[in-house]
Every structure is written in structure tokens, then in C-alpha cells.
């Protein structure tokens, strides 16, 4: 049992939507719960929410009941098929970002109370609104996934300079979502981290590959969880390197 | 070297009184060239103690010295010291020592073409103190004023060499944050707030701040008065859904400006060693 101060709270951006957040940050969760840590997952994108669609469950009660409600994080906590825990949000409710907004400092308190949790995962919006930011500011350590594409990596890299210019963050870690092969992931994140080092002054850190698996769009339509139906393919063994470098790495004292 | 240059047209047909004094008391004429003979002198040139001889020879052309012990020149450099010291009054706040509304507004009235010009933001802070009314009247306004020059010594050592903080009178501030975005803006704001909570728990007032905070942007059309009304209704806003409050409009971070077009071309370079090359060499063209 850990306490709150010891639980690595690490959220999940991107800067552009579509490269796979939920879907890393629902098998990354699922993968550290079955090597017995207690996982926690938010789903913090208010505009836009899915993790719920994506594991077939209906929530009762939603982040939405802590912000505009008076109920606590604990309340709205859930189990999943996946192992892990789950805050779910309402999709649709525009008002929620202003909202949160001026909530998050209690948002963060109430986190910090939830205890018991080895990891809490922030699975943030899209973009690179507010919102998104003051959660990826509320971690401790900022993963962005980043995919093939040209324009997730313009956004991803958006994303970093965001957060070291507005908030001075310089530790980021990268997941190259959706690769061919390892050596892709390795050149893709090679790119990035080339611009960062020119233009911030700062290396990133590569988390690792998640290569491309014929049968990840049709577990996701089956609305399962990759790793826990298909523990031996080749996604899980790369969310077992993913999160073998996650929780091995040094974070700073926030 | 520090000179102290002083250039003063003198319209007068007739050379002025004071300048025939200083050329008899420091004992010698003036050499001037024959075709200058008829002319008026049209500068005078003071150098302080700290000129070297050699320079003052340099400065004056025509040979003239002045003897820096004389009475009038140093009356003179006194006026001067005196001019400034006034000038200085006339933009500064009495009681605090932070710039006046004088003060305020030729300077809002330079930010706003400086945006114009660079394209780059300002922001306008707009700071109410609450409560502060019951301190006068409970506490009298010795007890006021003492919390005013505590918060503007605050003020006048944290803030950014570049902003410019001002008083309206009474509890009402205004500060400046040249080339500043909203986003900074708001965070500095948040700055100021905790400071004044702190100043106002450390005396043991009641005394929290409202603030309104917005940015004028180089695509704005708005003139001074506009954009002062703007803010000054956030102002309002935050004193009216409660106070101790910061409003601001919405912060929309400029998603397209974050990445440079360097940063990108490189990003998109990387990728594309082909069209690397073409951009150099598209480079070099350009420079030739």
C-alpha cells in the first residue's frame, strides 16, 4: 500500500487527437495491473470523453459529478475489466472546461488523498488548451504519444515547448504509437528529441514502441483491452517495455 | 565618461544676458570665425567635473572654456538636477512612489503603437483592493496608507524591470506588462494577488485584491479608451461574482505560433532529407 505522496502521478498528451492516447493509456494501465500495482486511471478529456466507449461500460457517475457536484474522486472510482481503475468523464458538457478550470487545485488535492495507488494515469484531452495543460502540469512526469504522422509530431512537439515555456517543464517521455518496426519508432523519436535539444536545450526520454498489430482495430470494435485478450502478441510485450521504463525512471520531486 | 550635454536654442534675436555673464566670467572671448562674427550663438554646452580637459576642448570647438567653480554654471547644473527632479514628481505617486495616472496614460498610449508596430501583445492589469475602505474607516487612514507603501515597496521589488505599475488613486492600480501575452499575464496577476494577500496578513487586514487582466493585441482595433473600459468591466466582473477575485477572457495559446517556422521546416526536414537540401539551397539563393 502506497501513500499519496509516493504514487507517480503521470498524465497522457499529445497535442494532436487520433494517435492512440486512450488506447495506450488503457493498455499501459491494464499492463502494470496485471504485474499486481493498483492502477488508476482519469480520463481528463472533458470535451470528448471515451475511455468508457472503449472498454463497454456505462458509468454512473462521472468526473462531471465532482465538479459540478459536491461528491469526492473516491466516489466516482470504478473497476474495469482491464485490472486498473477508472475516473470517468462525460462527454459533450461544454461548460465543464471553465469549470474545471477553477476546480483543479481541488481536483489535485483530491488526488493527492486517493490513497493506495501505485500510479495514477491522466488521460488528457486533445490540443493544447488550458485545461489540458494545468492537467499536465498536475503530473509529475508528462508522456506524449506521438505516431507517423507529420502533423502529430508538429503537435507533440507544440506540446513540449508549451509546457517548458509556460510552465518550465523539461522532462517529457515519448511513445512512438502505431510504428512499423522498432527501428521507425527509434527514427521518428530521434527526430523530435533532435529538435528539442536544438531548440529547448533538453533531451527527451523514448518510453518506447507500440508497433502496429492486425489485431488491435478489431479488438478495439470488440471494445476489449489488447493486452489482457492477447497477453502474449507482440502490443503486450511492448507495453511491458513501455511500462518497464516508466516506473524505472527518475522523476522529479514535485 | 559621463557628460552632462545640455543643447538650449536660444530664439532671442539678441544673444541672451546669461550667455555674455558666462563667456566675461570665465575670463576670455569668444574666437569665433569672421563670418561667424554676426551670428548668434545658438548652443550651450555644459560639461560636468567628470569631463576631461581634453574632451571639453573637443566639445568646444571654438575654444571657449568655462570655469566650473563659476556661480552661474553651477546654478545652472542645480536648475537642471532641480528640472528633473521635477519631472520626476510629475509622473510618480506621492504616497507610494509608483508611476501616476499622468504617468499611465502616455505611456498606454506608447505600448499601444509599440504593438501596432511589432505585432507583440501587451497587457493591462487592473487591481481594486477589497475591503479596503473598512481599513480607513475602522482603522483610519494612517493604517491605509501604511498598507499602500508596504504593497508598493512589494511592487516596486518584484516587479519586471520592464512593466510599469501605476496608481489610479485611492486603492485602484494599473500595471503595464509590455510585450506580454494573457497567458503571462494571468500568471503574473496570480503573481501580484498572492503578494498582496501576503502583505495584507502580515499588517493583519482584512485586505484581499480584485484583478482584471487583458491583452491588447497588434489586430486589435481599439483606442486607449476602449481597451481601458475593457478591462476595467473585467475589473467589475471580478468584484461583482465575489471578491478576491481574477477575471480574464478565455486564453486561447496560439497553437500555430508555439512551433516556429524553423522548428517546423526542421521537423518536416528530418523527415524529408530530399527537401532538405532544397531549402538550403533555396537559402543561399536568397542571400545572393
Given at each position: 500500500?502506497?501513500?499519496a505522496?509516493?504514487?507517480?502521478?503521470?498524465?497522457?498528451?499529445?497535442?494532436?487527437?487520433?494517435?492512440?492516447?486512450?488506447?495506450?493509456?488503457?493498455?499501459?494501465?491494464?499492463t502494470?495491473?496485471?504485474?499486481?500495482?493498483?492502477?488508476?486511471?482519469?480520463?481528463?478529456?472533458?470535451?470528448?470523453?471515451?475511455?468508457?466507449?472503449?472498454?463497454?461500460?456505462?458509468?454512473?457517475?462521472?468526473?462531471?459529478?465532482?465538479?459540478?457536484?459536491d461528491?469526492?474522486?473516491?466516489?466516482?472510482?470504478?473497476?474495469?475489466?482491464?485490472?486498473?481503475?477508472?475516473?470517468?468523464?462525460?462527454?459533450?458538457?461544454?461548460?465543464?472546461?471553465?469549470?474545471?478550470?477553477?476546480?483543479?487545485?481541488?481536483?489535485?488535492?483530491?488526488?493527492?488523498?486517493?490513497?493506495?495507488?501505485?500510479?495514477?494515469?491522466?488521460?488528457?484531452?486533445?490540443?493544447?488548451?488550458?485545461?489540458?495543460?494545468?492537467?499536465?502540469?498536475?503530473?509529475?512526469?508528462?508522456?506524449v504519444?506521438?505516431?507517423?504522422e507529420?502533423?502529430?509530431?508538429?503537435?507533440?512537439?507544440a506540446?513540449?515547448?508549451?509546457?517548458?515555456?509556460?510552465?518550465?517543464?523539461?522532462?517529457?517521455?515519448i511513445?512512438?504509437?502505431?510504428v512499423?518496426?522498432?527501428?521507425?519508432?527509434?527514427?521518428?523519436?530521434?527526430?523530435?528529441?533532435?529538435?528539442?535539444?536544438?531548440?529547448?536545450?533538453?533531451?527527451?526520454?523514448?518510453?518506447?514502441?507500440?508497433?502496429q498489430d492486425?489485431?488491435?482495430?478489431?479488438?478495439?470494435?470488440?471494445?476489449?483491452?489488447?493486452?489482457?485478450?492477447f497477453?502474449?502478441?507482440r502490443?503486450?510485450?511492448?507495453?511491458?517495455?513501455?511500462g518497464?521504463?516508466?516506473?524505472?525512471?527518475?522523476?522529479?520531486?514535485? | 565618461?559621463?557628460?552632462?550635454?545640455?543643447?538650449?536654442?536660444?530664439?532671442?534675436p539678441?544673444?541672451?544676458l546669461?550667455?555674455?555673464?558666462?563667456?566675461?566670467?570665465?575670463?576670455?572671448?569668444?574666437?569665433?570665425?569672421?563670418e561667424?562674427?554676426?551670428?548668434?550663438?545658438?548652443?550651450?554646452?555644459?560639461?560636468?567635473?567628470?569631463?576631461?580637459?581634453?574632451?571639453?576642448?573637443?566639445?568646444?570647438?571654438?575654444?571657449?572654456?568655462?570655469?566650473?567653480?563659476?556661480d552661474?554654471?553651477?546654478?545652472?547644473?542645480?536648475?537642471?538636477k532641480?528640472?528633473?527632479?521635477?519631472?520626476?514628481?510629475?509622473v510618480?505617486?506621492?504616497?507610494?512612489?509608483?508611476?501616476?495616472?499622468?504617468?499611465?496614460?502616455?505611456?498606454?498610449?506608447?505600448?499601444?503603437?509599440?504593438?501596432?508596430?511589432?505585432?507583440?501583445?501587451?497587457?493591462?492589469?487592473?487591481?481594486?483592493?477589497?475591503?479596503?475602505?473598512?481599513?480607513?474607516?475602522?482603522?483610519?487612514?494612517?493604517?491605509?496608507?501604511?498598507?499602500?507603501?508596504?504593497?508598493?515597496?512589494?511592487?516596486n521589488?518584484?516587479?519586471?524591470?520592464?512593466?510599469?505599475?501605476?496608481?489610479?488613486?485611492?486603492?485602484?492600480?494599473?500595471?503595464?506588462?509590455?510585450?506580454?501575452?494573457?497567458?503571462?499575464?494571468?500568471?503574473?496577476?496570480?503573481r501580484?494577488?498572492?503578494?498582496?494577500?501576503?502583505?495584507?496578513?502580515?499588517?493583519?487586514?482584512?485586505v484581499?485584491?480584485?484583478?482584471?487582466?487583458?491583452?491588447?493585441?497588434?489586430?486589435?482595433?481599439?483606442?486607449?479608451?476602449?481597451?481601458?473600459?475593457?478591462?476595467?468591466?473585467?475589473?467589475?466582473?471580478?468584484?461583482?461574482?465575489?471578491?478576491?477575485?481574477?477575471?480574464?477572457?478565455?486564453?486561447?495559446?496560439?497553437?500555430?505560433?508555439?512551433?516556429?517556422?524553423?522548428?517546423?521546416?526542421?521537423?518536416?526536414?528530418?523527415?524529408?532529407?530530399?527537401?532538405?537540401?532544397?531549402?538550403?539551397?533555396?537559402?543561399?539563393?536568397?542571400?545572393?
Amino acid at each position: 500500500m502506497k501513500t499519496a505522496q509516493e504514487t507517480l502521478i503521470v498524465s497522457l498528451t499529445s497535442g494532436k487527437g487520433g494517435v492512440g492516447k486512450t488506447f495506450i493509456s488503457t493498455n499501459l494501465a491494464a499492463t502494470l495491473a496485471r504485474q499486481g500495482r493498483k492502477v488508476l486511471v482519469v480520463d481528463c478529456d472533458l470535451g470528448l470523453a471515451n475511455i468508457d466507449i472503449m472498454l463497454g461500460i456505462n458509468p454512473v457517475r462521472t468526473l462531471k459529478d465532482v465538479v459540478f457536484g459536491d461528491l469526492h474522486l473516491r466516489d466516482v472510482i470504478m473497476p474495469t475489466s482491464g485490472g486498473f481503475d477508472l475516473i470517468p468523464a462525460s462527454s459533450g458538457i461544454r461548460e465543464m472546461a471553465q469549470l474545471l478550470f477553477e476546480k483543479i487545485q481541488t481536483i489535485k488535492e483530491m488526488m493527492l488523498e486517493l490513497d493506495g495507488y501505485d500510479v495514477i494515469l491522466l488521460d488528457t484531452g486533445a490540443g493544447i488548451a488550458e485545461v489540458v495543460l494545468q492537467f499536465n502540469l498536475l503530473a509529475r512526469y508528462n508522456i506524449v504519444v506521438i505516431n507517423r504522422e507529420l502533423t502529430s509530431l508538429t503537435d507533440a512537439y507544440a506540446m513540449v515547448k508549451v509546457m517548458y515555456q509556460v510552465f518550465g517543464r523539461q522532462s517529457f517521455g515519448i511513445i512512438t504509437n502505431n510504428v512499423a518496426t522498432s527501428r521507425e519508432g527509434a527514427s521518428i523519436f530521434k527526430n523530435i528529441d533532435t529538435i528539442s535539444r536544438r531548440f529547448l536545450g533538453f533531451p527527451l526520454t523514448w518510453l518506447g514502441n507500440v508497433r502496429q498489430d492486425d489485431m488491435i482495430p478489431q479488438s478495439i470494435l470488440r471494445q476489449e483491452i489488447p493486452v489482457c485478450k492477447f497477453p502474449r502478441s507482440r502490443v503486450a510485450v511492448d507495453f511491458i517495455a513501455v511500462g518497464k521504463t516508466l516506473i524505472a525512471g527518475k522523476y522529479p520531486v514535485v | 565618461m559621463k557628460a552632462v550635454k545640455k543643447t538650449a536654442r536660444l530664439t532671442s534675436p539678441t544673444p541672451p544676458l546669461t550667455l555674455e555673464n558666462i563667456f566675461k566670467k570665465a575670463g576670455s572671448k569668444p574666437k569665433a570665425a569672421p563670418e561667424q562674427k554676426n551670428q548668434q550663438a545658438e548652443y550651450i554646452l555644459i560639461a560636468s567635473e567628470a569631463v576631461s580637459a581634453a574632451l571639453r576642448a573637443k566639445l568646444l570647438p571654438h575654444g571657449l572654456s568655462f570655469k566650473l567653480k563659476d556661480d552661474l554654471l553651477q546654478r545652472l547644473i542645480q536648475l537642471e538636477k532641480e528640472n528633473r527632479h521635477l519631472k520626476s514628481l510629475s509622473v510618480t505617486d506621492e504616497l507610494t512612489g509608483v508611476y501616476n495616472k499622468r504617468f499611465f496614460s502616455r505611456q498606454l498610449a506608447v505600448e499601444i503603437v509599440r504593438t501596432k508596430r511589432t505585432g507583440e501583445p501587451f497587457c493591462l492589469i487592473f487591481i481594486d483592493l477589497d475591503n479596503f475602505k473598512i481599513v480607513n474607516d475602522t482603522l483610519g487612514h494612517a493604517k491605509g496608507d501604511e498598507f499602500l507603501v508596504k504593497m508598493c515597496r512589494q511592487i516596486n521589488l518584484n516587479i519586471r524591470p520592464t512593466d510599469f505599475a501605476c496608481r489610479f488613486g485611492g486603492d485602484e492600480f494599473a500595471i503595464i506588462l509590455p510585450a506580454t501575452s494573457l497567458m503571462d499575464g494571468v500568471k503574473i496577476a496570480r503573481r501580484w494577488h498572492e503578494l498582496f494577500l501576503q502583505v495584507a496578513k502580515e499588517m493583519n487586514l482584512p485586505v484581499s485584491s480584485s484583478i482584471g487582466v487583458d491583452q491588447f493585441s497588434a489586430s486589435s482595433q481599439q483606442n486607449a479608451q476602449e481597451f481601458l473600459h475593457q478591462v476595467d468591466q473585467l475589473l467589475y466582473d471580478a468584484k461583482r461574482t465575489g471578491k478576491g477575485k481574477i477575471a480574464h477572457p478565455d486564453i486561447d495559446i496560439p497553437d500555430s505560433k508555439a512551433v516556429t517556422r524553423e522548428e517546423k521546416e526542421l521537423l518536416y526536414h528530418i523527415f524529408q532529407p530530399s527537401g532538405h537540401k532544397q531549402h538550403l539551397r533555396k537559402k543561399d539563393k536568397g542571400k545572393n
